[in-house]
């Protein structure tokens, strides 16, 4: 079995693909057995031959390029990807992403030493170096209400989103964008929620991670550049995704209750917002219809490719 299966989504931004293929290649040592599973999710066709090619000039065959003939988003394009992976650990890395440094050694000796870790991050930075948001709380009403300053004030014990850390800290969730797993983990809570299209798959992951008493861990040592919401370009439908999803995991993982208030909070923002600026109230109607229903998702706007 090798060591880590590395699994990338390719959506119409072959080159950027390519860059974070060529990236991986150039900062894992040689002693890591590894693999890269590149889920191509029903790109155009120039944009898959233009990675196909791109990757074959590369002639690498611990490359795998797989592609799917519909778009299935993040959760179901990556547990597509796993479906192909041998790896003892499962590193999820978003397409947008340039590893600068060796990202994987040291986290496995982490894993190593602390076996009730579940999934691991390290810290994302813009291409200047500025870093980014590298961890999350929960999502609940409360920290929304409170806004996340007040809350981290009222809940000491949390990790500080903006606070420089140098030891690695348990959090809630790490981004997306580049998440490590124990596969045997990762595998025995049924990887990533497929109900859910696009935003928020990390938030539920780490939730039932912690549910099985595994531990979230941002290891801030380690950087790597991420060209932020670079594959995704969807404008105000974007907003509407993220709400059905917010609500989605919110009810699924801390109740109606916690969900029914959260609901009411939007809807309370978007009216005021309505106002002023009349394009929400889009959102403020599916907000009102169910939910947003599920129904509302752009995963049903989906066609099957050639």
């Not at 894992?28 to 155009?44: F, L």
């Not at 099985?212 to 995704?241: C, M, Q, R, W």
């Amino acid at each position: 079995m090798i060591d880590v299966s590395i699994v990338i989504i390719n959506y119409n931004t072959s080159l950027l693909t390519y860059n974070c293929v060529v990236s991986i290649m150039e900062t894992t040592p040689m002693e890591i057995s590894y693999e890269i599973i590149v889920v191509d999710n029903a790109s155009k066709k120039e944009d898959f031959l233009d990675l196909q090619q791109k990757l074959d000039a590369l002639h690498n065959d611990k490359i795998r390029l797989i592609r799917s003939r519909i778009n299935t988003g993040f959760a179901s394009g990556n547990m597509f990807g796993v479906q192909f992976a041998s790896g003892n650990y499962l590193a999820f890395i978003n397409n947008d992403v340039e590893l600068t440094a060796d990202s994987f050694t040291p986290l496995f000796q982490y894993f190593d030493a602390h076996p009730d870790t579940g999934v691991m991050g390290i810290q994302p930075v813009f291409a200047d170096k500025r870093t980014q948001v590298a961890f999350g709380h929960f999502d609940t009403f409360s920290n929304r209400f409170f806004g996340y300053w007040l809350y981290e004030k009222l809940n000491p014990t949390k990790a500080k989103r903006h606070k420089v850390y140098t030891e690695p800290v348990q959090t809630d969730y790490v981004v997306g964008s580049f998440m490590l797993f124990k596969a045997a983990h990762f595998n025995a809570i049924g990887g990533f929620d497929t109900n859910i299209f696009l935003y928020f798959e990390e938030m539920d992951i780490c939730k039932r991670l912690l549910n099985h008493n595994l531990k979230t861990i941002f290891f801030p040592s380690i950087d790597y550049v991420h060209i932020n919401g670079a594959s995704t370009n969807l404008g105000y439908t974007k907003k509407i995704e993220l709400k059905i999803s917010h609500l989605y995991i919110v009810r699924k993982n801390h109740g109606f209750f916690s969900y029914a208030l959260l609901k009411a909070f939007f809807i309370l923002i978007f009216l005021f917002k309505s106002i002023f600026n009349p394009k929400h109230f889009r959102l403020l109607f599916k907000l009102i219809a169910l939910g947003p229903p599920m129904a509302s998702s752009i995963r049903h706007q989906q066609k099957i490719q050639p």
